[in-house]
T-cell receptor, first 115, second 111 residues
């Protein structure tokens, strides 16, 4: 149980374009999902908390107009990187919490490369 | 807010030896402490967690201990195997259930 999928696993896009990443909880409902960014050899940096039916909560320094988050249902959250630039290239990982009690299960991640 | 510190940053052990990774946290209200294992290019996987009402939890070769007074918790891996080689992250929640992650420990188990 507690399986989270993420799509696509890898994407290459040109500078200035937008990219949408989907995160799905497959066998549980997730009121809350989280979006992280991870640079090579570094820890997970929380970008935003996605709540079903309400606006996402962004961490300090994360541009909400650049990283659009939509939590359309209890099993789906999407992250759209708008007007991507090379510095947005990174490993983006989502997670979902089945109970709100702390435990989070991670998706497989999306490696974004902006050329 | 919560602050989590993790040590050591790298750890190299001989196969069969034990490995210990330590984390400290700052928010005394934190009540859930997970450990994640991340292999290169893959997702973090929850390997063990502990809640604040217990001091120790074991799962085969893995154990976690919690000292609430000192605000630190540790991951213990016994009889290490090469497949244990990975990056390990500890975490603790802040007041809004967000997990704050430690900086990670790169464990290398030498055959």
């Amino acid at each position: 149980g507690a399986v989270v999928s993420q799509h696509p696993s890898r994407v290459i896009c040109k500078s200035g374009t937008s990219v949408k990443i989907e995160c799905r909880s497959l066998d549980f409902q997730a009121t809350t999902m989280f979006w992280y960014r991870q640079f090579p050899k570094q820890s997970l940096m929380l970008m935003a908390t996605s709540n079903e039916g309400s606006k996402a909560t962004y961490e300090q320094g994360v541009e909400k107009d650049k990283f659009l988050i939509n939590h359309a249902s209890l099993t789906l959250s999407t992250l759209t990187v708008t007007s991507a630039h090379p510095e947005d290239s990174s490993f983006y990982i989502c997670s979902a919490s089945p109970s709100g009690g702390g435990e989070q299960y991670f998706g497989p991640g999306t490696r974004l490369t902006v050329t | 807010g919560e602050n989590v510190e993790q040590h050591p940053s790298t750890l190299s052990v001989q196969e069969g030896d034990s490995a210990v990774i330590k984390c400290t946290y700052s928010d005394s209200a934190s009540n859930y402490f997970p450990w994640y294992k991340q292999e290169l290019g893959k997702r973090p996987q929850l390997i063990i967690d502990i809640r604040s009402n217990v001091g120790e939890k074991k799962d085969q070769r893995i154990a976690v201990t919690l000292n609430k007074t000192a605000k630190h918790f540790s991951l213990h891996i016994t009889e290490t195997q090469p497949e244990d080689s990975a990056v390990y992250f500890c975490a603790a929640p802040d007041s809004s259930y967000k997990l704050i992650f430690g900086s990670g420990t790169r464990l290398l188990v030498r055959p």
